[in-house]
């Protein structure tokens, strides 16, 4: 039967019918990209363009993989499937390792450690890590996490020991601008602990996830033929879910595509600039932004007023329709940019009797309300219970701005009354009652898209509230951070500057510091409460850092770089979109004294359509443009990272690109608002980028019901849901429980509203990912095998003993898992220590006595019979086979059996597969 694609829309036809060359596949949620993929491999080999085996696909997930092999399995009655290459980047990786690892000297036979492991790894062998700064004074748990952590990062940007150990060396003997020894000491410190890691994985005969990838690259650059051999192998090379891919992922897949054959497919869901002929500082005076090339030194801030140099690591240039602003300050500079353009802006915070301004105020507990000042942080200040500002419109009178004041709140329904009560104005109950009846977070965002202004990025803040359980919490971002001025310069310009990016935040709320500490984060004894710091030259990762922070904590992020001077003190300036900055606001210049703040007293406003380009610069993330400081604009604080979209446009100019927008899950009332939430992440999305819509339209002409509840805790909000469900099923006769559903973000974001379920006594059922490695019965089996090729995996542990092979009661399970927590041994060891035995039922201690023989023995099996073999000897001894028969439990049966083919499967494609 041949491959039909009569059930396939236009664009998606389009896509896998276009076999020759580079191919995008931008793609919203819900716009059948996986079935576009597949049906494009099926379509491959049907057509005779490529054999199975010749078929390469990798995704990011180990369940993403499986659908896509298993939807492949059912378009091609052949079962020729079984030879494709459809894997996860790591599984790939771990097979090229494995078959041509010898190549560069590593063993074949290496086992693979996950985070558990390698965390009980480095606490067996802490003495062997040169730490003194970094030596943990207490429980080493969360600090070990940390470094695990940070070597994973080393190796997700290909950073190998040796790189490291010279960057470390360089900094000691070439650095001249040092603030104090010891940063540079615990970078050194650092290197050492990553190297003493790198080699205590390799004496153990161990590689861990990150390994693979940068061991693989490492074998395809320094041996030719290997890397050729793989190029001819694939005849086309299929990426899932492109976005998500690190700098070394992406390295992988252009070593791997061909140079004389590109047939690279990508899909990506992902979800700023300057015209030509602006004057760009460099080392050697001026050039025009179109003459800039990549390596080409430039003049760049590095805080307090100074200024270095950095290397241009990309330039990009792209034709688009956009609105450019032109901003004139009162010493003369000029600047034309996008509107979307980041850009450094400093908000006097003093009285103006020449400027007016209409402002939004946001609180938390509210909402939004507009009024008019002259000095926006000082009316903010007045308004303790509101959290930020955000000035939308600049007047030269009072009178004016308290018409645009008016016109505003009536066109669009926003309130005037403060949020505080005062004397003569609406009391609190009403102000609240107000906000209930009118829809204000829907009518500023309506006001913001009029006034083409980005709402989340605010003019003022107030600091954070850091007593007792306060509720502002503020995530301070700061870019070059500078703790110091450079004592005998000698001018403005800095040789070799430390460049830091710093994320902090402070907080005496005990909830907060509970989820921090309990997330992994380290923080220090403040004098109020509890603080947070963290330092990097990686400016993406401080982004990283300072956006987890907000999302556990709910907190507002300040980005800020103190980039210049007013007269002699340095002052920060915020980073927002240019179409924020107002007249009367102040952005850093250059001049003979260095940087310094100049007021903004002319913006020009202008639709035009033009070829623009942009600048990724090192380290700092800015450059001079018409002397003026700008920030290095495809780097965001929010949203997914589309960096290597527009970087593999670039590597292949010759791509086709194909947009997916028709959705097949949703109605179109329920497209429509996500896409507004959405569009809330502009200009750091592809769509906004590149120009292509990516506005979804449902297949289907019905629409959802939608309705917003909102909860001041998560705890509250989880509570609500759990009293939503009993009200509909008490209202509705005809409602069962299977008609609800909940969706979180994460798993981890589950566990709230199922512990609130189990209150309520609702059944429930947490399907956190669905296949075959996800069924509890076959992570059993796997949590088993862990155990068997090491007994301190205490996850794997605690999972087999609360499973039906042991049918132990939970009771003692917690006995069991307190005694090894307080002694600090694996579960394994405490199962051996006779105190322990003798706290427990004797009926426990019979099938712990059993399990530990039958694990001893079947250890003692492993290296020498298959995993099939095991498998079945397990399953039999252990009584778990007999324990499914007699429940007639047919389904956990035939996955078992599922499991057993597959293992079947790779036993027959692997020479020699063992357990150990």
Known sequence: MGLKLDDLNKEQKQAVLLTEGPLLIVAGAGTGKTTVITKKIAFLIEKGLAKPEEILAVTFTEKAAAEMEERVDQLLSI?????????????????????????????????????????????????????????????????????????????????????????????????????????????????????????LLLDNNFLDFGDLMIYCLKMFKKRKAVLGEYRNKFKYILVDEFQDTNWAQYELVKLLVSPHRDNLTVTADDDQCLPPGAI???????????????????????????????????VFKRKKKARFLTFRTKKGYRVQVTDNHKMFCFIPSISNKRRYYVYLMKGKDLGWRIGTTNDLAARLRLERSADYILGIKDCKSGEEARYYETLCALKYGIPTSCFKERGGIMKGEYVERLYKEIDVEKNVRKLAKDLKIDINSYHYCLDAVTRGSGRRIKVNFSMCKRRYKSKGAGSNFLTKPLIF?????????????????????????????????????????????AEELCEITGGILEASFAVGRTNIATQKSLIIPASNVLKGFCLPVVTKKG???????????????????????????????????????????????YNNIVQFRKDFPNLKEISLVKNYRSCQNILDLSYKFI?????????????????????????????????????EEAAGVANKIIEILKKDKDAGLNDFAVLVRANDSAIPFIRALERAEIPYQFLASRGLYSKPVILDIISYFKILDNYRDDLAFYRVLRSPILDMAIEEV???????????????????????????????????????????????????????????????????????????????????NQFYKKVKRLESSSLDLKLR
């Not at 020894?181 to 990553?194: C, G, N």
């Open 501 to 545: 990016h710093q994320v902090s935040l402070q907080t005496s709320n005990k909830k907060i510091v509970k989820k921090l500490k309990e997330k992994g984060f380290r923080l220090r004894k403040a004098k109020k409460g509890w603080s947070f710091k963290f330092e990097t030259q990686n400016l993406k990762k401080a982004g990283e850092v």
């Open 280 to 314: 760009i500082s460099v080392k050697r005076g001026t050039k025009k932004i179109e003459d800039i090339k990549r390596g080409d030194l430039v003049v760049t801030a590095v805080g307090r007023g100074y200024l270095s140099y950095s290397k241009v690591n990309k």
């Open 79 to 199: 079962g020729g499937y079984v030879d494709l290459w459809i894997s996860t980047f790591h599984s790939f990786c771990e097979k090229i390792i494995k078959e041509r690892g010898l190549e560069i000297g590593l063993p074949t036979n290496f086992k693979i450690l996950d985070q558990t492991a390698a965390w009980l790894l480095i606490r067996q062998n802490l003495d062997k890590f040169p730490l003194d700064y970094y030596k943990p004074l207490g429980n080493p748990t969360k600090f070990i996490h940390a470094l695990i952590n940070h070597f994973s990062r080393c190796k997700d940007q290909g950073i190998f020991p040796e790189d490291y150990l010279k960057y470390s060396d360089s900094l000691k003997t070439s650095l001249i601008d040092l603030p104090e020894k010891s940063e540079v000491e615990r970078i050194k410190e650092l290197a050492d602990a990553y190297h003493a890691y790198q080699k």
């Open 679 to 715: 569009t809330q992440n502009n200009p750091n999305r592809l769509e906004w980028v590149s120009g292509v819509s990516k506005k979804l339209k449902a297949a289907t002409g019905e629409n959802g019901i939608i309705k917003h509840f909102h909860f001041r805790t998560l705890e």
């Open 814 to 896: 917690m006995k069991i898992t307190h005694y090894a927590r307080m002694k600090a041994k694996p579960i394994y060891e405490a199962l051996t220590d006779k105190v322990l035995i003798s706290q427990l039922s004797p009926a426990t201690r019979r099938k712990i006595d059993s399990f530990l023989q039958l694990l001893k023995k079947q250890s003692e099996e492993a290296p020498k019979i298959s995993v099939s073999e095991l498998l079945i000897n397990f399953l039999e001894k252990s009584g778990y086979l007999k324990y499914l028969l007699k429940k007639g439990d047919e389904k956990n049966i035939d996955l078992l």
């Open 595 to 641: 940087v310094v703040y100049d007021e903004v007293v002319e913006i020009i406003n202008e639709e035009k359509t033009s070829v623009v380009y942009d600048l990724e610069v090192a380290k700092t993330h800015n450059f001079v443009a018409n002397g003026i400081v700008v920030h290095n604009s495809i780097y965001k604080f929010r949203g997914a990272s």
